[in-house]
């Protein structure tokens, strides 16, 4: 029964092999023989893996491993079936467990097959455990590992003259050299050693050879030979049942397409490859069509969709990440979370610029800057008219970076903007951060203070009375005056300690004067570590800057300050 089974299993006919196997296992029930248990368990397991049932393969080969593998008995078994079961057995229990998501488990049971092989010293045994050595190599995309197993599968069947095994050492070392990028030398030997193999009447398999012909066309440009070798593997998958390979092939068809520009047609089998390998519980098959409909996906500017669809199989993932697939999917997904969180911050510095009032002129005219910097910041800045006679101007710099410094900033914007702080007359700055520092506790918002900048202009006597709390000063730069006069803050840092006082002063603002506020963006500057720019040349250098007419002197300013060297944080500057 068992050489029945294998002279049909090499010739690929598994809608045959599924009755076969079933009367063996049914045979075998009858006799209570462990050792003919644990062959007819092997055909069981071969029928369900060659037909993509990865699982159920997993189940009846480490049951015949761990329940039936004496080694006395199945040394016995060898002699009349010509190759030691134990070896067989972990050689596909190795391959399935690489599809179920354990790359590192089957390679460490492929090493200790390896070993066992050698110690058995049965040169058709040695020949079948390296076959499947280089097979699962390949899979695991190791391209020098592959080649030398399948060298010395060469060295040994040309000793022994096993003609087959010859010819897979030949599709191996092919596939060795491929991985390795070596096209002019692997692809003719793959077309050898494919030509090889189909004269010895085996079709075992052949949908795994041609899908990796079709992928050696595909590099090699040429597509017309791709789609015939791929369409061929497509066929024999469904004629013989031999589908362990059909989600690949899908897969590989779909890079076709995608060379071809067919990014329609590349999708569709991207699709169909994840539905196939899900089917089968291929989390190795699935994770190589993820990436390759990621990689589509990202180029189309669907960067979310593809990093939640490939996160969600890396997820699954609890060994193996130091293996090609891996590391090509971590790589992925950091590309594309970057590219989300170059999204977000773009999205989140439009958001916080749509709040900033447009620039004014009139009576009293206002102007900003917001450039940002790599990081979405804290800082905000606002104006309004409080009533005709009352310009409210205020700078808030939230401790911090990132989503939620910036929303922070932005509601006590609002806040400030509604003049919403019950019980405050918002002409009054000393009660205005008197409230704020009230109502934005740091222990109720993430443990975030901030530093706040808050004056009220009095059109008609020209009378600017101002309070700040933890903030460096804002500067006022008159026509008539030398030395700029600093507007300093009084008060502690906003949110830190409750029950702070917040002190006001005013000063009159002389006809052509300019009000500088800014955030330590302006002038913190460093490089290498080392601060190259700090508050008194600031001050020193806007000063002079001073002559300058409107409205290049502002844009002027910024533009020296960048190019003394990279901002290490946000600036905000309006005046």
Request: glycine letters at 10%; charged letters at 20%; proline letters at 3%.
């Amino acid at each position: 029964m068992r050489g029945n089974f294998a002279w049909h299993v090499v010739r690929g006919d598994f809608k045959l092999c599924v009755d076969l196997a079933a009367e063996a296992l049914q045979f075998v029930g009858t006799l209570n023989d462990a050792g003919m248990m644990m062959e007819a368990l092997f055909l069981q397991g071969l029928t369900k893996f060659y037909r993509g049932d990865f699982a159920g393969a997993r189940d009846h080969f480490s049951l015949a491993v761990a329940d039936f593998d004496d080694r006395n008995r199945t040394k016995f078994w060898a002699t009349h079936t010509g190759e030691d079961s134990g070896a067989t057995h972990r050689c596909y229990l190795a391959l399935a467990l690489w599809h179920l998501g354990y790359p590192d488990r089957a390679l460490q049971l492929s090493r200790e097959t390896i070993a066992l092989a050698r110690t058995i010293g049965h040169p058709f045994t040695m020949e079948y455990v390296l076959h499947h050595a280089s097979w699962l190599r390949q899979h695991c995309q190791l391209g020098q590992e592959t080649q030398a197993a399948a060298d010395e599968q060469i060295e040994i069947a040309t000793e022994q003259g096993f003609v087959f095994w010859h010819a897979t050492g030949t599709l191996y070392r092919a596939g060795g050299l491929l991985l390795q990028g070596n096209l002019g030398e692997g692809l003719p030997l793959l077309v050898r050693g494919l030509e090889s193999y189909r004269a010895t009447g085996a079709e075992l398999a052949l949908p795994y050879y041609l899908n990796l012909l079709g992928d050696g066309y595909t590099r090699a440009g040429r597509f017309a030979d791709a789609h015939r070798a791929l369409a061929e593997g497509l066929d024999l998958a469904g004629k013989n049942e031999d589908r362990f390979q059909q989600a690949e092939l899908y897969r590989l068809l779909g890079e076709l397409h995608l060379a071809e520009t067919d990014d329609q047609g590349a999708e569709d089998c991207f699709h169909n490859a994840i539905e196939t390998a899900r089917g089968q519980q291929s989390r190795a098959w699935e994770l190589r069509a993820t990436m390759s409909l990621a990689r589509l996906w990202q180029r189309q500017g669907r960067g979310n969709e593809a990093r939640d669809a490939l996160a969600a199989v890396y997820g699954t993932y609890s060994e193996g990440f130091t293996m090609p697939d891996l590391v090509e999917a971590k790589t992925l997904l950091e590309t594309l979370g970057n590219e989300r969180m170059r999204d977000d911050f773009a999205a989140g510095v439009k958001y916080v610029l749509g709040c900033i009032p447009s620039p004014m002129d009139g009576p009293v005219s206002i102007d900003w800057r917001y450039v940002p910097s790599s990081n979405l910041g804290g800082d905000s800045i606002g104006y309004h008219w409080i009533d005709d006679d009352h310009l409210a101007l205020h700078l808030i710099d939230v401790m911090g970076h990132g989503l939620d410094s910036a929303l922070l900033s932005v509601t006590i914007t609002n806040v400030l903007r509604s003049g919403s702080l019950m019980g405050t007359d918002m002409r009054q700055p000393d009660q205005v951060l008197t409230k704020l520092n009230d109502a934005f506790p740091s222990s109720r918002h993430g443990q975030k203070f901030f530093t706040a900048w808050y004056g009220v202009y009095k059109r008609s006597s020209r009378l600017l009375t101002w309070s700040g709390g933890g903030h460096h000063p804002s500067i006022l730069l008159t026509p008539d005056a030398r030395d700029p006069i600093l507007l300093p803050s009084s008060g502690m840092i906003i949110g830190f300690m409750s029950e702070q006082e917040y002190p006001a002063k005013s000063c009159e603002v002389a006809a052509g004067a300019r009000l500088l506020i800014f955030s330590d963006g302006v002038f913190e500057i460093v490089r290498d570590g080392e601060a190259v720019w700090d508050m008194e040349a600031c001050i020193e250098y806007l000063a002079k800057r001073n002559t300058r007419g409107e409205p290049s002197w502002m844009n002027y300013s910024l533009m020296c300050a960048h190019s003394t060297d990279r901002m290490n944080s946000r600036t905000t500057s309006p005046s």
